[in-house]
């Protein structure tokens, strides 16, 4: 199914207008959004579509859409997060709990991330699924949707990150690429999960850090 069409059936039509957009600055913020493996993946895979799983504020998203028109790729992108914060550190962290943009205890982010695929002129591209990444999974999945190459980016616990590559596996065209952030010793729960799953699966683990990469068996 066609993603477009795929999100109108579950209600999604993408009418943003009723956000007040006006008011909010444009916000790049985030971490490792310009790496160079976003080129070597979508190189590799020549995406039609791609699933980033947890997109803070869309900066990764903006740059994949960059490249994907650069190699001359029509690559559509399907976002989810719950934009709630997903890690502790969003929470305990000063400035980061800033960018949840909390109104009376409970997170804003969304209007942000709208605001800012707005302005990059991509909202057309983009399709945002606010849910967990648990529940997105299998909702894709009795949609028939398949991708290309899957990124990685939301809980960063062992089990979080263990749930998410095997869910987001099955969702994944042979031959296409699973890859993600934060392979580095500051998590160990990344690192540990990303390692038992790629030897359960005898996947060639590829690093370049902060990221981490793997083929799809065909």
Not at 41 to 67: C, F, N, P, Y
Not at 76 to 102: A, M, Q, Y
Not at 148 to 164: K, N
Request: with cysteine; aromatic share 10%.
């Amino acid at each position: 199914m066609d993603v477009a069409e795929a999100f109108r059936s579950i209600g999604i039509t993408k009418d943003y207008g009723g956000f007040d957009l006006s008011a909010l600055p444009v916000d790049w913020q985030g971490w490792n959004s310009e790496h160079g493996i976003f080129r070597t993946v979508l190189d590799q895979t020549r995406a039609g579509l791609v699933i980033e799983v947890g997109t803070w504020k869309g900066a990764s998203v903006r740059h994949m859409h960059q490249v994907s028109r650069r190699l001359g790729l029509a690559t559509r992108f399907i976002c989810i997060d719950t934009w709630l914060g997903s890690n502790v550190e969003h929470w305990l962290e000063p400035e980061l709990r800033k960018s949840l943009n909390l109104r009376h205890g409970y997170p804003d982010m969304f209007p942000q991330f709208l605001r800012n695929m707005t302005a990059a002129g991509i909202i057309d591209d983009v399709f945002p699924l606010p849910m967990t990444t648990t529940g997105a999974a299998h909702l894709l999945k009795r949609l028939g949707i398949v991708a290309d190459a899957i990124y990685v980016d939301a809980g960063h616990e062992e089990e979080e990150v263990s749930l998410d590559l095997r869910l987001y596996h099955d969702l994944l065209r042979p031959g296409g690429i699973l890859f993600g952030d934060d392979y580095d010793s500051s998590w160990p729960g990344v690192v540990s999960a990303v390692n038992r799953f790629a030897a359960d699966h005898r996947y060639m683990l590829q690093t370049a850090w902060p990221k981490f990469m793997m083929v799809k068996r065909a």
